[in-house]
């Protein structure tokens, strides 16, 4: 059996955009809809506790930012059948708002990170406005405060994490994003988070127009096709409403440890 039994995509929010909004360069299709979902992932192996990806933001970051949460975390987790209350571990893909924006959902859990990622959030490149745009302040203080209460792990470039679950760095995003490798009964699954915003992102070779390093922006997503074996349905980017489209859904739960209905070069 493989080591990773399941794997839930369990969206929470989401936000009505143009097309314009998710490439940095020009796009034929730019004053379409091309809306972003949000998503926390969970992981899950036999006879263990769920290892949740990213914990999404709460209400307040929502109305500050113009996002609709569609539902919250804590009872799209339970509808997953998970207790957020009994979460030990949770891996933080980077320090972005609506990756990490809400700590205070896991109060007993271990928060894992990359170096890179924790120096560049509290470091002299938030000085820089724009660069800071997408992380907010409070969140990044309570990450502080977990460490300083033994509840932080760091993490430097490639690891294994846990039987069946390895961290890769795919820096370019951000200063520290990492990507999750699982290995699943259909082979890798590569929950991308913003290394790809949406499948577009690859497939058109256009980043999303946040990013510290265009070049290792583009390393990134290379690697996580290597990661993937080349095949876009192993790759679960950060804010595609694909996702839930095309893999087995039910309740806004998708479950990406399984085959796409039909390969998602079709659906694009
Ligand atoms: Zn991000
Ligand atoms: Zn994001």
């Known amino acids: 059996m493989a080591p990773v039994t399941r794997i839930d995509a369990i969206r929470y929010a989401r936000h009505e955009r143009p097309a314009a909004e998710n490439f940095a360069a020009p796009v034929d299709d730019h004053d379409l809809p091309m809306p972003l979902d949000y998503f926390v992932w969970a992981i899950h192996r036999e006879g263990e506790h769920p290892v949740i990806v990213d914990t999404g933001f709460g209400e307040q970051a929502a109305v500050a930012r113009g996002r609709i949460i569609t539902r919250p975390l804590i009872e799209g987790l339970r509808d997953a059948g998970i207790d957020h209350l009994s979460v030990e571990h949770v891996i933080l893909t980077h320090l972005h708002y609506d ?113 510290v390093d265009e070049a290792d922006y583009a390393a990134a997503q290379d690697k996580v096709m290597t990661l993937a074996g080349g095949s876009l349905d192993h790759v679960i980017p950060g804010h595609d409403p694909l996702v839930l489209a095309c893999f087995p859904c039910e309740n806004d739960i998708a479950r990406v440890d399984l085959a796409p209905h039909r390969p998602i070069l079709e659906a694009l």
């Open 99 to 211: 990756h990490a924006g809400s700590l205070s959902t896991f109060p007993n859990a271990t928060f894992h990170v990359q170096d890179a990622e924790m120096a560049f959030a509290t470091g002299r490149q938030m000085c820089d406005h724009g660069v800071r745009g997408p992380f907010d302040g409070e969140p990044v203080a309570q990450l502080v405060r977990r460490l300083y209460a033994d509840h932080v792990v760091f993490h430097d470039g490639d690891e294994d994490f846990a039987p069946g679950i390895r961290l890769a760095l795919a820096q370019g995003h951000t200063a520290g994003l990492m990507v999750v490798v699982c290995d699943t009964a259909r082979g890798p699954v590569v929950l991308a988070s913003d290394a790809a915003h949406l499948y577009a992102n690859i497939t058109r070779a256009i980043p999303f127009p946040i990013f």
